[in-house]
């Protein structure tokens, strides 16, 4: 439930150092090589020169309407980066970026690079299309981000005259224009500008955009309008493609544009936070549950359609031709941090868990420069990651999410601690005016084991909460060794319980007191709902939080849709740990029925079935797949009754 007076805290990460196998080495890539990598990109492609306004009519390679939000996302990433490990050269390369930036705004505090230099004349006509918006709000993120890195407020003195220029340029007063973003963003990015710098107006100009999206008349009418243009022929045929068909407190189902809707989302959970409402919350958690029960991928990945880039229908999951944008899956966590905060509940960071480990991750190599903007859940061998793309949301995007990953593991209030996400390494909590420092130790996601030390300056008392993910359904926690709780029989006294996912262990603590977590992670079968008219009779592989998938480097000469999978028990799959191959992974074995082409000829049809064989299979973790030669990749399976021999 929404509790205003049990809103948690999250614990900024960088009071958290994950020292694990996983994440840390990720982290390390990304800082060595994809924080790099991108920044070349951006420097080649001409999106680091945008910014020195030299572009004239007849140049080549004109500044791009969305390219600000790719350097934007790369500044955000970049001061991240700075604040866990400073870097001379990377903070001075950051200075020169927003030098320029600096120097390129103008004098009523407009700052657009495309709309400065290639289409001065076209400012905020075209809000449906022409990602402005969008662009101030990733600027206004990387200032908040910068500015807490560093100290430095050349960036964001910027972006509060950019903030403070849109406050006076929309709204209801008259005089100014009574529009939103088509491409949402901005929103949340208001309420980050408004804790930096204690400005209320920021919340209310975002406060304002969200609730004048999808009111009549249509805005976006009056302004195609306005433009010479038709808005019914507008290609997406439907405001629902950016959320605003109709009021959002009048929204019932997920809908449109995947991006957009989960930052839209964001905002509105973060309004709730902010000014007490109810409603705004109700409204959020009707449209997550809408999601998480129709429409969402088992990797956590959303959007199921290239053509909006977004949702179709309920249940409408196709594995080939999922969307499935690594951005969206990115704003999913950023909306599930943020209902999680607002209630303590676990489904939020059950579902977080299951799009970082695989929806997210499989966004980018394990090398750090190659990247997928679409994530299927099968593929023939031809989706392959690239360097960059001419749409480069998605790289930045990852690279600031990996930054920052170690503030989605702990959450914290005046007298209790959370623990949400599970990895080798500490946070630094404060709790009752005091720094705890809960320590973990483990091999997740490979094991199930956790031992948490609690590390309080001197015995103090408070209630350390630790999420039981929904995929384990056996497990067993001690304190100091001795059994507090198991999962047929949670006993709720000497200060332990278990509510809405998490065990609440509520003692008077000792420096170094040990919570022992056991989870058993066996090989599952995951079966799709049968509206799921593509998933009838198949299944997907999952082990802990590990969704897995086979490909063709694992079984040459092998069409993988013919493999299947042997029904009903899966405890035939082993798990074996590989540190030496592709990162450091937990594989599994087990074996599987293949249909053999035989003698067919040219005969199409035949009466009599096709023969099988037995076949041994390795499955990898979804997350990783994409890092060898290409080829197929495949994650939901048929299943047969008949066993391998």
Not at 210 to 230: L, N
Not at 405 to 416: A, L, M, P, R, V
Not at 605 to 615: A, I, L
Request: glycine content about 8%.
């Amino acid at each position: 439930m929404f509790n205003l007076s049990r809103t948690l805290g999250p614990v900024p990460f960088t009071r958290v150092n994950l020292l694990d196998s996983f994440w840390a080495p990720r982290q390390e890539v990304n800082r060595e090589a994809t924080i790099p990598h991108e920044y070349e990109q951006c420097e080649r492609t001409g999106r680091i020169a945008a910014w020195d306004l030299t572009w004239k009519p007849g140049d080549p390679n004109p500044p791009h309407i969305f390219w600000d939000s790719d350097v934007a996302k790369w500044i955000e990433a970049a001061s991240n980066s700075l604040a866990t490990h400073y870097d001379a050269n990377l903070d001075g390369l950051l200075d020169a970026l927003i030098g320029k930036i600096a120097r390129a705004q103008q004098p009523d505090g407009y700052l657009n690079s495309h709309f400065i230099a290639v289409e001065p004349e076209k400012r905020w006509t075209n809000l449906r299309d022409a990602h402005e918006l969008y662009c101030a709000g990733h600027l206004m993120e990387a200032a908040v981000a910068h500015y807490q890195a560093t100290g430095k407020r050349s960036l964001l003195d910027a972006a509060r005259r950019y903030a403070d220029h849109i406050d006076a340029t929309f709204g209801r007063e008259p005089g100014q224009k009574r529009g939103y973003c088509g491409h949402e963003e901005i929103e949340l990015a208001l309420v980050k500008l408004l804790h930096a710098t204690g400005e209320p107006r920021y919340l209310r100009l975002a406060q304002y955009f969200i609730d004048e999206r999808g009111r009549r008349p249509y805005y976006y009418d009056e302004e195609a309008r306005a433009r010479g243009e038709d808005p019914t022929r507008f290609w997406a045929k439907t405001y629902a493609y950016m959320q605003a068909h109709v009021p959002m407190r009048e929204q019932t189902e997920v809908t449109g544009h995947a991006v957009r809707a989960t930052y839209l989302y964001c905002a509105l959970a973060d309004l709730a936070r902010e000014t007490a409402d109810v409603e705004s919350f109700n409204v959020c958690e009707r449209l997550w549950r809408h999601l998480c029960t129709k429409r969402l991928y088992v990797t956590g990945g959303l959007g199921s359609a290239a053509a909006n880039e977004g949702f179709t229908t309920d249940y409408d999951l196709p594995d080939d031709t999922a969307y499935a944008e690594t951005c969206a899956a990115i704003g999913l966590v950023f909306w599930g941090h943020r209902m999680l905060q607002l209630t303590g509940d676990a489904q939020y960071a059950d579902v977080a868990e299951r799009v970082l480990y695989n929806g997210v991750l499989s966004g980018v190599s394990l090398d750090g420069r190659h990247f997928l903007y679409v994530n299927p859940l099968a593929s023939r061998g031809e989706h392959r990651r690239q360097e960059w793309f001419g749409c480069a949301c998605c790289p930045p995007n990852i690279a600031r999410l990996i930054t920052s990953i170690g503030g989605y593991f702990y959450s914290q209030d005046e007298n209790t601690a959370w623990i949400h996400l599970f990895a080798q390494g500490e946070g630094r909590l404060e709790i009752n005016g005091h720094e705890v420092v809960i320590r973990q130790s483990t091999s997740y996601p490979w094991e199930g084991l956790v031992k948490i030390t609690v590390l309080p300056p001197s015995p103090m008392a408070f209630t350390l909460h630790v999420r039981v993910p929904t995929w384990c359904d056996d497990w067993r926690l001690s304190v100091n060794g001795d059994l507090a709780a198991a999962a047929a029989a949670i006993p709720r006294t000497d200060g332990v319980s278990m509510n809405n996912g998490y065990i609440g262990i509520s003692r008077r603590w000792e420096p170094g007191d040990e919570v022992s977590l056991q989870m058993a992670m066996p090989v599952r079968y995951v079966h799709a709902h049968p509206k799921v008219r593509q998933m009838l009779g198949r299944a997907a592989l999952q082990r802990g939080p590990i969704v897995y998938c086979l490909e063709g480097a694992d079984h040459p000469g092998i069409p993988l849709d013919r493999i299947a999978l042997p029904a009903g028990d899966p405890s035939g799959w082993q798990a074996e740990h590989r540190a030496d191959f592709l990162g450091g992974v937990t594989m599994l074995r087990g074996a599987g029925m293949v249909i053999e082409e035989g003698e067919w000829g040219d005969t199409l049809y035949q009466y009599r079935p096709p023969e099988t064989r037995p076949v041994n299979l390795v499955a990898v973790p979804y997350c990783v797949w994409n890092n060898r030669a290409p080829g197929e990749m495949r994650v939901w399976f048929r299943t047969t009754t008949v066993a391998p021999q």
